[in-house]
């Protein structure tokens, strides 16, 4: 009888080795529970066969096309990624509806004597409850948020924070950005669902007696919107404002832009953006010095001119009211320090 999930924490703890994602390639890449593995009953072009079929020819032959469909991909994955599981192996299945594809898969599993289970509703009971935690919901404990100028080192500040104990949400590396122009990690974000889902489990593992510490964004991370549930409670949370010297977040901002340095092409269409805001004459200085690699004269120039006038202007405005944290430089010591402080704070 498949399981009932009713909450997201439930995931965590059920009593199964792995949890495998049954849809097709493409549906597993626009989102899935966090954690799982694809193991697709149909492939993409499989799905969309039999779909047709059932539709326009009879519904009584795509069942059975796409069950010898399901026993081939089966007969695949059991030679392939299932073939060292021991007997013990215990995995929890799932697919759109929770239905005929998991269902299936389910079986010939469990034939082989592997305690294997469904969960009723599948994918879209999963999606739910993602929905409801971050557009119905309340966040589960208080957030405080770490603000700062560019440069002031506010993720590493995260990364220390999570190190020592403290809970944290990383909402860039979940978004794949970071924050900026110069943000993207890679050729893409992930889906607006698959980010509200990587989300969703951070907030599902919060204890409620302890604040979360969160970086000071806008209400978008690239192209992927923050939802309502966090934002409003970001928008009216505590914020910690970080200063240090302008030489120390030049050096940061060098080290943590590695992709910028090794593509000067790629650095000169990020820099073009800026042409709205300061016009070509300036947008093509910074460009020569981008090409002559004066990565310090060029990183000075960006916050000097673009990147410190738009904070005071936005972030001064939504928290006057931050607690400064002045750091005498970057260095991992300092920063470990400052955690060590804000930890102290929270529990004292």
Same mark, same amino acid.
């Given at each position: ?34 954690? %799982? ?77 592997? &305690? ?43 990364? !220390? ?36 889902? &990587? ?68 650095? !000169? ?8 805001? !300061?016009? @070509? ?10 090409? %002559? ?7 000075? %120039? ?15 405005? @939504? ?30």
């Amino acid at each position: 009888m498949p399981l009932k999930l009713t909450q997201l924490s439930d995931l965590a703890t059920l009593p199964f080795d792995q949890i495998i994602d049954v849809r097709s390639p493409a549906e597993f890449a626009l989102d899935h529970v966090p954690g %799982a593995v694809n193991l697709p009953a149909m492939s993409n072009d499989e799905r969309a066969r039999v779909g047709t079929i059932y539709v326009q020819e009879d519904p009584f032959k795509a069942r059975k096309i796409g069950a010898a469909i399901v026993a081939r991909n089966v007969a695949t994955h059991l030679e392939g990624p299932l073939s060292e599981k021991e007997g013990s192996y215990k995995p929890l299945v799932y697919c759109w509806r929770g239905g005929q594809r998991s269902g299936s898969v389910a079986i010939i599993l469990k034939q082989i004597g592997w &305690r294997a289970d469904t969960f009723e509703g599948g994918y879209q009971t999963y999606r739910r409850l993602v929905s409801k935690a971050l557009y119905e919901g309340a966040m589960p404990c208080p957030v405080v948020v770490i603000d700062g100028g560019t440069g002031t080192a506010k993720t590493r500040l995260l990364a !220390h924070l999570s190190q020592q104990g403290a809970q944290t949400l990383d909402l860039e590396a979940m978004a794949e950005h970071r924050g900026s122009l110069f943000g993207p990690m890679g050729d893409t974000q992930p889906s607006q669902k698959a980010f509200e889902s &990587r989300l969703a489990m951070g907030l599902a593992k919060l204890q409620s007696n302890r604040p979360v510490y969160v970086e000071a964004e806008s209400s978008k991370i690239g192209r992927l919107i923050i939802p309502p549930v966090l934002w409003q409670a970001m928008i009216a949370a505590p914020n910690l404002r970080l200063t240090a010297p302008l030489e120390a977040r030049i050096d940061h901002l060098i080290s943590a832009y590695p992709d910028m340095r090794a593509d000067t092409a790629k650095l !000169h269409t990020v820099l073009d953006k800026l042409t709205r805001y !300061h016009g @070509h004459e300036k947008v093509a200085q910074w460009k020569a010095l981008a090409s %002559a690699t004066d990565y310090p004269q060029l990183t000075r %120039a960006l916050i000097e001119t673009h990147y410190d006038p738009r904070y005071m202007r936005i972030s001064r405005a @939504h928290a006057p009211d931050a607690k400064e944290m002045t750091l005498p430089d970057l260095s991992d010591k300092t920063l470990a320090d400052t955690a060590c402080q804000i930890i102290a704070a929270e529990t004292g």
